[in-house]
């Protein structure tokens, strides 16, 4: 079992990284006691594949659980959904010394963590993500939110989990498009932060995606420790937590333009070969390192380009009202080698225009 630390003072937590750990959470939370009693939080698909069989874990663990689902999918990721687990929970009896368990992937824990951190004003949860983009990325950190019609996670909170708990072996029932969308956050790790994990997805190519257990823990551990040490500089997203939003500003635009049609992860892989590009376009990024970006992301069968058919304009709109925009002004994340990004506004509608 690989365990990082979120150095977070007395918000820090655990991440518990370890094949096969789903059987063990049930003991493991009775051992540490967050709450007398919690919620499962999942999503109708995930109910059937794991829902049931942690809710048998928490009951041989002695611990008394009830279990939620909404419906699979982003349209979810709504305040009608917020609203409609809160008064579930309110009926059930739960109230502050009680806790939520998100067993899913993003949107699970974004809902789950958004619940948690407004129902009674606040009460713990627990994250147990079951996609590669979950483990890798939107478990840790503390951001949670839901969608409205204008925007991607407009509404929403930084709070933090008491707890990570990761099980590679979940991966294999992923549909082959879910751990795709996930790789386009591994490789934003290599871009951002780590030259030599970059390589090591370059070499280890089809070994990651056979889902080769070394390899798997080696790519969640690292993307994990990396997510870790910039929370643990920036909890709050004022300053170095920016760069985790590579490949997000024009991906966030592309998701919402597509009416989510395509997928997170396909739109930040979109993302990152624009800002590769835009960073091409203001002599910040050679042309060699741009393209050893854009191939690598091919590599994993992501996509590299927005859709032709997909409005420019509306891309254009959903930037302007993107979370990050600083008065009007859109920031984006732009590679300035492999392993360092910058962050900037000086984005000219030229550039942006020609990238798009």
Request: aromatic residues 6%; charged residues 20%.
């Amino acid at each position: 079992m690989a365990e990082i630390q979120v150095g977070l003072g007395e918000r820090g937590y655990p991440i518990h990284i370890e094949q096969g750990c789903l059987a063990r959470v049930g003991e493991q939370l009775a051992s540490r006691k967050f709450a007398k009693r919690y919620a499962v939080i999942t999503d109708d698909r995930v109910e059937v594949l794991y829902g049931r069989q942690l809710m048998r874990q928490l009951a041989v663990a002695g611990i008394e659980a009830d279990l939620f689902a909404f419906p699979c999918g982003e349209a979810s990721k709504n305040l009608a959904t917020i609203g409609a687990l809160a008064s579930r929970l309110a009926s059930a009896g739960f109230d502050r010394k009680d806790g939520l368990i998100a067993l899913g992937g993003g949107v699970v824990g974004d809902i789950t963590g958004f619940l948690a951190a407004i129902y009674m004003r606040g009460i713990p949860f627990v994250q147990v993500p079951t996609t590669l983009l979950a483990q890798v990325d939107s478990s840790v950190g503390g951001k949670t939110g839901v969608d409205i019609p204008e925007g991607k996670n407009l509404i929403g909170a930084f709070y933090q989990p008491k707890a990570v708990h990761i099980d590679p072996e979940i991966l294999a029932t992923l549909p082959r498009a879910e751990l795709l969308g996930g790789l386009a956050e591994v490789i934003k790790y290599g871009v951002i932060r780590d030259r030599a994990f970059f390589t090591f997805l370059e070499e280890r190519r089809e070994q990651i995606l056979a889902l080769e257990a070394a390899a798997m823990n080696h790519t969640i551990l690292t993307c994990c420790r990396i997510k870790a040490e910039v929370i643990e500089q920036d909890e709050r997203e004022g300053g170095l937590r920016r760069i985790l939003n590579f490949g997000h500003t024009i991906g966030h635009a592309v998701e919402a333009a597509s009416s989510f049609a395509i997928s997170h992860g396909h739109a930040v892989a979109i993302g990152m070969v624009a800002a590769a590009r835009i960073a091409v376009a203001k002599e910040m990024l050679s042309r060699d390192a741009e393209q050893r970006i854009t191939a690598l992301i091919a590599a994993y069968g992501l996509p590299v380009a927005i859709p032709a058919d997909l409005d420019r304009e509306l891309i254009r709109i959903y930037l302007k009202t993107d979370k990050k925009v600083v008065a009007g002004k859109v920031f984006y994340i732009l590679p300035t080698a492999i392993g360092a990004t910058c962050i900037t506004d000086e984005v000219s509608d030229r550039q942006l225009n020609q990238v798009l």
